[in-house]
């Protein structure tokens, strides 16, 4: 199974906006997602992606996150928008699982560091 990689990963100020992206993000056959683990705190789902396309996320993001993928370019994206404090922390992707529930996902990335200024 391929290594996935995130990237994207930065500093910014409260209010901001990142992108991270995921590849490769191969035609798997159940849903790929965003996690991530924040200081305190265990590792947690925020985002996942159906092979349809259909998103779910996490009440904590909603409203603020938008998953993606561009299957041409087999690129999984997360776009964060108007981060606060509480979104500190390293971000995950994942592939081959179901909806937001880790213990389901077999494929990781390493992950990409994303820490918010107040």
């Known amino acids: 199974q391929e290594q996935l990689v995130e990237s994207g990963g930065d500093s910014v100020q409260a209010g901001g906006s990142l992108r991270l992206s995921c590849a490769p993000s191969?035609?798997?056959?159940?849903?790929k997602a965003w996690f991530r683990q924040t200081p305190g705190k265990g590792r947690e789902g925020i985002a996942a992606?159906?092979?349809?396309?259909?998103?779910i996320y996490d009440d904590a993001v909603k409203g603020r996150f938008t998953i993606s993928e561009d299957n041409a370019k087999n690129t999984l994206f997360l776009q964060m928008d108007n981060l606060n404090s509480d979104d500190t922390g390293m971000y995950y992707c994942?592939?081959?699982?179901?909806?937001?529930?880790?213990?389901?996902?077999?494929?990781w990335g390493r992950g990409t560091q994303v820490t918010v200024a107040s």
């Open positions: 191969l035609n798997h056959r159940y849903y």
């Open positions: 992606i159906t092979r349809d396309g259909a998103p």
């Open positions: 994942a592939a081959n699982g179901y909806s937001l529930a880790e213990s389901t996902y077999r494929q």
